[in-house]
Each structure stands twice: as C-alpha cells, then as structure tokens.
C-alpha cells in the first residue's frame, strides 16, 4: 500500500522524499520512511511518498519518466517544487558491484555510488531530471541500501534520512554530512564537479 505524509512547519525549506522508484523497492524504503515524525522536522515541510511495487524501469532509462509512475514522481516534483529531493532505492546484493564500480561511468553513464557505511550508498538522481526539474541549488539524492535491510543498514539509511529532514539549508546539510563522512562527501563533490560541472555534489 502506498504510504502518503507531510510534515508542515513552514514554507521553506521544501522536501520532497520519494520511496519505492520501481519493482518491489517500497517495501523496503517504507520502513525506513515509517520512521520519520514530526520531531525530524524543526522547519520546512517534508512530503513523504512511498510508491506500491511497479514493473522495474530503471531511471537512466528515458522511457522511466513516460511510464506511469514516472510521470506520477514528475507531477509530485512540479507541484511541490521542492529544495530538496530525496530518492529512496534498494538494490539486490548483487548488484553492489555494478552500483560502486569506478566502471559505472563507461558502462552505464553515470558516476558510481558512494558507500557511507553498513551498505548505504549515495549518489546523484538520474541526470534526466537533476538539470532539467532542479536548480542547480537545490539538493537532489539518491539514497540506496540493500532491500530487505539488516537491522544497521537500515538505521544507518533512517540517520541519513532524519540528517537531511532536520537540516535548514545546504550549508548545514553539507556540514553535518562532511563531519559523519568526510571522504564519501570529498568522493561526491568530485564525482559531481567531474558528471555535472559546476554542481554542488547532493
Ligand atoms: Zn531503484
């Protein structure tokens, strides 16, 4: 069942979560995004969304943002135009190699994920929409963990979920996120400087 929430303590900063892209993904991201209450939130609104499972269309994937649950995710975009853009995937332990090769730029045409810890990983949304739907200041994410998650796994994506819920601005996202991880978010500027020019790297 797809889950809907929003938290509303203001106008800005405006936060969109989505869960649950495509395939079976929601009924991982929707325990992690059951989680969150109002106490993640001191300013802002954040929209939750969590999707029901859907055929798999991976986002890098042009025809994604034509099926129906890709033009639903543009719809929720365009109306809610948010600051912050947050994607929740899970991946099969299989394919972690794929998801983390420093070949993922040759193969796939987009820079590797990064892991933070516990099979968390981080990386950019699909270059389709972070150009074309976002400001170049806005802050876009894509959150991965391993479906079904571990107990630490899954804490460790709900801490990463709440950091970003409880931040006001880029400036103390960035700066609570280099203090957790240092060397993923040196990784992420220069991945993103190196995909996207001159962009901040979430
Ligand atoms: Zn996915």
Known sequence: MSYFKIISKGEHPNRLFIGGIHGKEGR????????????????GRLVIYNCDDTPYLSTLNREYYQS???????????????????????YKRENYKHLTSPHRRS?????????LEEGVLIGSVSPYIRTS??????????????CN??????????????????????????????????????????????????????
């Not at 991982?28 to 300013?43: I, K």
């Not at 649950?69 to 899970?90: A, D, F, M, R, S």
């Open 149 to 202: 998650p571990v107990p630490q796994s899954l804490a460790v994506y709900v801490n990463i979920l709440k950091i970003i819920a409880g931040s006001n601005s880029r400036m103390e996202l960035e700066d609570k996120m280099i203090q957790a991880y240092p060397s993923q978010v040196k990784t992420a500027i220069k991945y993103a400087k190196e995909f996207f020019g001159d962009y901040p790297p979430f």
């Open 28 to 43: 991982s991201t929707g325990q992690a995004l059951e989680q969150l209450s109002e106490a993640d939130v001191r300013e």
């Open 107 to 115: 193969v796939q045409g987009v820079p590797p994920l990064i892991e």
């Open 68 to 90: 129906r649950i890709g033009k639903e995710i543009l719809y929720l975009i365009e109306y809610y135009q948010p600051h912050v853009y947050i994607e929740l995937h899970c």
């Open 133 to 146: 739907f976002f400001k170049r200041d806005d802050i876009c994410m894509t959150l991965e963990m391993p």
